[in-house]
């Protein structure tokens, strides 16, 4: 998701903002810290313009 979110010349915050979520739990999901849930990776997909399994898929998601 990171790596995806920095292609795309976005901070978190605006990540976040794209998303409709808040830069810790952003910042949380990018650290490992937080498990999302399916709404929440269908919305980051969505925001990065990606397929959720891009996101599901650790491969492409690191």
Known sequence: MRRLR???GWSQEEFAHEAGLHRTYVSDLE????NPTITVV????IALDVKVGALLDSHEAS
């Open 6 to 8: 920095q292609s795309k």
């Open 31 to 34: 650290r490992g810290a937080r």
């Open 42 to 45: 269908d919305k980051l997909a």
